[in-house]
């Protein structure tokens, strides 16, 4: 079976899982964990970072890699339109969105994060003790500012890149108002990124990811509750329910994500 290194709340391993679940292949979660579960990664792919694919003997790291790897291995339910034109968009816009919305929605969420403190501790993981919420709930919004501003997560980038990711969504809306999909008549790889990428402005209400009730369906203030985006997340919504799996709905594919175990 597929076997899946991932973090839950990646947006990155969320195009990947989408990607799958379209393609209707059957894959185990293994959640990594920083530290010890990169050690893991590391020791099969070389590196450190998530997603990492696992087939057999063979090894795929990189989101949109893994992609192309599927689509070549697994041909039914193809990724991108044999079309010229077609093709040319879908791996345009793929890239687009791996660069736009997958590092702009980071730096937005960090934002909505430092300013909010029930909404930063709803995004801890479920099996977190209360004490350690009610310690990262108390965090000055001040010193995260200070701490952001030392990674690249300032005041100024975190405005710049919500104003940008306004300007993106915008023009995904108004591709989509009489379109079904954003290249053609089904979807292809730019659809199922863009999808999967847009995790983090705003969460899924299905069962679709380990997290808790109160997280499903909240986002960043200004993108997610903004009636000028409804057209791209109603459509977002509803490429999730056609094509993506709900968490058991078969015991392997869509549950809950195992944890690495260092030997």
């Known amino acids: 079976m597929l076997e899946l290194y991932q973090v839950e709340l990646s947006q990155y391993s969320e195009k990947v899982r989408l990607i799958l679940d379209y393609k209707g292949l059957d894959y185990r979660k293994i959640e990594v964990k920083p530290g010890v579960g990169q050690l893991e990664v590391?020791?099969?792919?070389?590196?450190?970072?998530?997603?990492?694919?696992?087939?057999?003997?063979?090894?795929?790291?990189?989101?949109?890699?893994?992609?192309?790897?599927?689509?070549?291995?697994?041909?039914?339910?193809p990724l991108i339109p044999t079309e010229p034109?077609?093709?040319?968009?879908?791996?345009?816009?793929?890239?687009?969105?791996?660069?736009?919305?997958?590092?702009?929605?980071?730096?937005?969420?960090?934002?909505?994060?430092?300013?909010?403190?029930?909404?930063?501790?709803?995004?801890?993981?479920?099996?977190?003790?209360?004490?350690?919420k009610n310690i990262v709930g108390a965090v000055p919004p001040e010193l995260l500012e200070l701490v952001g501003t030392g990674v690249g997560f300032g005041k100024d980038e975190i405005k710049e890149a919500k104003d940008a990711l306004k300007?993106?969504?915008?023009?995904?809306?108004?591709?989509?108002?009489?379109n079904p999909y954003l290249v053609g008549d089904t979807p292809c790889l730019a659809d199922l990124a863009v999808a999967g990428l847009s995790l983090l402005l705003k969460i899924p209400t299905g069962s679709y990811l380990d997290l808790s009730e109160e997280l499903k369906g909240k986002g960043i203030p200004g993108l997610a509750d903004n009636s000028f985006y409804e057209t791209f997340f109603e459509w977002r919504d509803r490429l999730y329910a056609d094509y993506r799996k709900p968490l058991d709905s078969n015991g392997t594919t869509g549950s809950s994500p195992q944890s690495i175990q260092i030997d």
Do not use: H
């Not at 300007?167 to 009489?178: G, R």
């Open 42 to 77: 590391f020791k099969i792919s070389g590196q450190t970072k998530v997603p990492v694919l696992k087939d057999g003997d063979t090894v795929i790291g990189d989101s949109t890699a893994i992609a192309m790897y599927l689509d070549k291995t697994y041909p039914e339910k």
């Open 167 to 178: 300007q993106d969504l915008e023009a995904l809306s108004l591709l989509l108002v009489d």
């Open 85 to 132: 034109k077609q093709r040319a968009l879908c791996l345009l816009m793929e890239e687009w969105a791996d660069e736009s919305i997958g590092i702009k929605s980071r730096k937005a969420l960090y934002g909505a994060l430092s300013q909010n403190p029930s909404f930063r501790t709803s995004f801890l993981p479920n099996q977190t003790p209360d004490l350690l």
